[in-house]
């Protein structure tokens, strides 16, 4: 598993090469993102909607990293990451909500307890992650159990 740290220094890191090339672009006058080179994989887009995604999506950079000609594409804010433009197609099915989801450090929020997948029954929580009262009404609403784990 990638260490918190290091992920996120990954992403910062990506985010500032796209923004210092939006800002660059605009200077210049052209068009702020460079078309996709002929060699990318057609892909549906990224989907960020939680941790796990975007642990998903760090490692998915790192695998692409290891091609040194993609790399100098993210390097240099060539490759085309796209988000998900919209919805899965009507009749398709949803991944199912995984029933229980364990957070393993910081705080649980209000606002992480509405955005868990519908479904979602039980919210493990680690040991020194401290749980805000909103958070345990939210919970109780949407008949989510919190439970405390021993390690």
């Known amino acids: 598993m990638l260490d918190p740290a290091t992920l996120r220094s990954l992403i910062r890191e ?8 939006v800002k660059a672009a605009a200077k210049a006058g052209t068009a702020p993102l460079a078309p996709a080179p002929a060699a990318a994989p057609a892909d549906p887009g990224v989907r960020i909607a939680g941790d796990a995604d975007l642990a998903a999506f760090a ?13 100098k594409a993210i390097e240099a804010g060539t490759y085309p990451f796209r988000l998900q433009a919209s919805p899965p197609a009507a009749g398709a099915r949803p991944a199912a909500a995984p029933a229980s989801v364990r957070v393993s450090e910081g705080a649980v929020t209000e606002t992480m307890v509405a955005r868990l997948a519908k479904g979602t029954t039980r919210l493990e929580v680690a040991p020194g992650v401290a749980i805000t009262p909103l958070a345990r009404d939210a919970a109780r609403r949407l008949n989510i159990a919190i439970e405390r784990a021993r390690s």
């Open 59 to 71: 490692r998915q950079v790192l695998a692409l990293a290891a091609d040194p000609a993609r790399r």
């Open 14 to 21: 990506v985010i500032a090469a796209e923004v210092a090339a």
